[in-house]
């Protein structure tokens, strides 16, 4: 999976499907929203500045 950030949106793209929600920075975690969705993800920002959503949910710049 991947995701790019620009202006207030961020593109998610997993299995060759890309899908566009938005995202909010709060202090040391990023909130993501997704149109026709109840509930938002919420990620962590680590040490090194990746995105720790969970256990087995780690995403850092490449």
Do not use: H, W
């Amino acid at each position: 999976m991947t995701m790019t950030f620009n202006g207030g949106a961020v593109d998610v793209t997993a299995m060759g499907r890309t899908v566009r929600g938005t995202y909010a920075v709060s202090g040391k975690e990023v909130t993501i929203s997704f149109d026709g969705q109840q509930s938002a993800k919420v990620f962590r920002v680590d040490e090194q500045g990746c995105l720790v959503g969970g256990p087995d949910e780690t995403y850092c710049k490449s």
